[in-house]
């Protein structure tokens, strides 16, 4: 590891934990569609925090670290994952975000220098409940493929939300079918079956909202609910453009990678093959990215992750790759900002707002608690589903309950930190041991 490679690891992850903290850009699909509950005051803080930390941390280190060891580069996911944690831990305010990005800062900087430390020291739990806590967000990004046809039913009826939901469901089998294309011998395009649903998804949305006419009198006042979202992520361009230009500006010095088919390609100094197989991955996620950013008004700090395209590119020349990086950000942001006013022309697409935030609620809600219970039978078997499903109904009979969206993962990591503290008391004894 050289200077340059350890200064620009910590301004990535200064800059990613900055931007978590304030609700800009989280790189983790799955929280994104959660961080509006927060903005908008409809969960807690705590609730927000333990959700990411939910969510994040078991692919930290479970998938993201793991990866990185064995190329020597990491995997974004080991960094901007954590960056999301932090910056939701982090306080609001000033001295919040001055914290986050001291400490993302400090979490680059320990990634880039003791990978294998950090993961020998998760090892030493007596029972590692980490990589089972990295389940509760499996299903969230499936699950957040399926509000555009709850919001349809909610605005438009059953019959047209049944529709949505069964071609919606085609297109899952088919792209997940029929989804990948071999384009080299090193490279294949394979498109993201839950990006190209919640495409599907959303078009069936919008189209039934531009039939509906005169649901607002004032036309000229048209904001729509897109709009209003993605101006958050266009007021803090030169934000995005930074993280951009930094994620792009590290993957030139080959510290840094977006997947594990690129980073080993990278690894072995085949750098054509790396940024073919980058690309295809980006066109394969564009939907999932912008959709999500649109609807959520939150952005990704690695964008569409075209950026880790061009940092490939041109390896070696981080001052190149940073000024690419920062330009592909900003046009990415500005086409954001260009379909969304383009959609609220339409008065239907802003009278759907309330019914999005509806059918996001009730999918994040049961796709948490599924996910919370499906790694709580993982950290404690024949254990975790009765904690969880206790967990939830005993927290809606509560005088002072936390919200539903949050009882899945708070339950999870909860019971992860029983089980350690029964096995070192001998209380309890895992069925491996």
């Given at each position: 590891?050289?200077?340059?490679?350890?200064?620009?690891?910590?301004?990535?992850?200064?800059?990613?934990?900055?931007?978590?903290?304030?609700?800009?850009?989280?790189?983790?699909?799955?929280?994104?569609?959660?961080?509006?509950?927060?903005?908008?005051?409809?969960?807690?803080?705590?609730?927000?925090?333990?959700?990411?930390?939910?969510?994040?941390?078991?692919?930290?280190?479970?998938?993201?670290?793991?990866?990185?060891?064995?190329?020597?580069?990491?995997?974004?996911?080991s960094v901007l994952l954590m960056t999301d944690i932090i910056g939701t831990?982090?306080?609001?305010?000033?001295?919040?975000?001055?914290?986050?990005?001291?400490?993302?800062?400090?979490?680059?900087?320990?990634?880039?220098?003791?990978?294998?430390?950090?993961?020998?020291?998760?090892?030493?739990?007596?029972?590692?409940?980490?990589?089972?806590?990295?389940?509760?967000?499996?299903?969230?990004?499936?699950?957040?493929?399926?509000?555009?046809?709850?919001?349809?039913?909610?605005?438009?009826?059953?019959?047209?939300?049944?529709?949505?939901?069964?071609?919606?469901?085609?297109?899952?089998?088919?792209?997940?079918?029929?989804?990948?294309?071999?384009?080299?011998?090193?490279?294949?395009?394979?498109?993201?079956?839950?990006?190209?649903?919640?495409?599907?998804?959303?078009?069936?949305?919008?189209?039934?909202?531009?039939?509906?006419?005169?649901?607002?009198?004032?036309?000229?006042?048209?904001?729509?609910?897109?709009?209003?979202?993605?101006?958050?992520?266009?007021?803090?361009?030169?934000?995005?453009?930074?993280?951009?230009?930094?994620?792009?500006?590290?993957?030139?010095?080959?510290?840094?990678?977006?997947?594990?088919?690129?980073?080993?390609?990278?690894?072995?100094?085949?750098?054509?093959?790396?940024?073919?197989?980058?690309?295809?991955?980006?066109?394969?996620?564009?939907?999932?990215v912008f959709s999500t950013a649109i609807v959520t008004g939150v952005y990704?700090?690695?964008?569409?992750?075209?950026?880790?395209?061009?940092?490939?590119?041109?390896?070696?020349?981080?001052?190149?790759?940073?000024?690419?990086?920062?330009?592909?950000?900003?046009?990415e942001v500005n086409l954001l900002g260009v379909t969304a006013k383009g959609?609220?022309?339409?008065?239907?697409?802003?009278?759907?707002?309330?019914?999005?935030?509806?059918?996001?609620?009730?999918?994040?809600?049961?796709?948490?608690?599924?996910?919370?219970?499906?790694?709580?039978?993982?950290?404690?078997?024949?254990?975790?589903?009765?904690?969880?499903?206790?967990?939830?109904?005993?927290?809606?009979?509560?005088?002072?309950?936390?919200?539903?969206?949050?009882?899945?993962?708070?339950?999870?990591?909860?019971?992860?930190?029983?089980?350690?503290?029964?096995?070192?008391?001998?209380?309890?004894?895992?069925?491996?041991?």
């Amino acid at each position: 590891m050289n200077t340059a490679q350890i200064v620009i690891m910590a301004a990535v992850g200064a800059v990613a934990a900055m931007l978590a903290n304030t609700g800009v850009a989280v790189f983790n699909d799955g929280l994104r569609p959660i961080m509006p509950e927060f903005l908008e005051d409809r969960i807690s803080k705590p609730e927000l925090a333990a959700t990411s930390f939910a969510i994040s941390f078991g692919l930290v280190v479970g998938f993201g670290i793991p990866v990185s060891i064995g190329a020597a580069i990491l995997l974004a996911h080991s960094v901007l994952l954590m960056t999301d944690i932090i910056g939701t831990w982090t306080p609001d305010g000033r001295k919040g975000f001055i914290l986050a990005g001291v400490l993302g800062a400090l979490w680059g900087v320990a990634l880039t220098v003791g990978l294998q430390v950090i993961v020998d020291l998760f090892a030493m739990l007596p029972i590692n409940f980490l990589d089972a806590l990295g389940m509760v967000g499996n299903p969230v990004v499936i699950g957040f493929s399926v509000f555009p046809a709850v919001a349809i039913a909610r605005q438009h009826g059953f019959n047209k939300g049944l529709i949505s939901f069964i071609i919606s469901a085609i297109v899952l089998f088919l792209v997940k079918r029929f989804g990948t294309f071999q384009i080299s011998e090193t490279a294949s395009l394979t498109l993201s079956a839950e990006g190209m649903t919640l495409l599907t998804g959303m078009a069936f949305m919008i189209y039934y909202a531009v039939q509906v006419k005169g649901t607002s009198t004032d036309t000229a006042d048209l904001l729509g609910v897109f709009t209003e979202r993605v101006s958050r992520i266009r007021k803090n361009t030169v934000w995005l453009a930074l993280a951009g230009g930094l994620v792009a500006a590290a993957t030139s010095l080959v510290i840094l990678a977006g997947d594990p088919i690129s980073l080993n390609l990278m690894g072995e100094g085949q750098f054509g093959e790396a940024a073919l197989a980058a690309f295809a991955r980006a066109i394969g996620f564009i939907p999932l990215v912008f959709s999500t950013a649109i609807v959520t008004g939150v952005y990704s700090p690695a964008g569409t992750t075209l950026v880790y395209v061009a940092g490939i590119l041109l390896q070696g020349n981080p001052i190149f790759a940073f000024i690419a990086g920062a330009a592909i950000m900003f046009i990415e942001v500005n086409l954001l900002g260009v379909t969304a006013k383009g959609l609220d022309r339409y008065p239907g697409v802003r009278d759907m707002g309330e019914h999005i935030r509806g059918a996001m609620n009730d999918v994040l809600e049961i796709a948490l608690l599924i996910g919370g219970a499906i790694a709580s039978e993982a950290i404690a078997p024949g254990i975790g589903y009765f904690w969880v499903f206790g967990a939830y109904l005993l927290n809606r009979a509560s005088n002072k309950p936390i919200v539903d969206m949050a009882v899945g993962p708070v339950a999870a990591i909860a019971l992860g930190i029983l089980v350690n503290i029964l096995y070192v008391i001998g209380l309890y004894v895992p069925p491996a041991v």
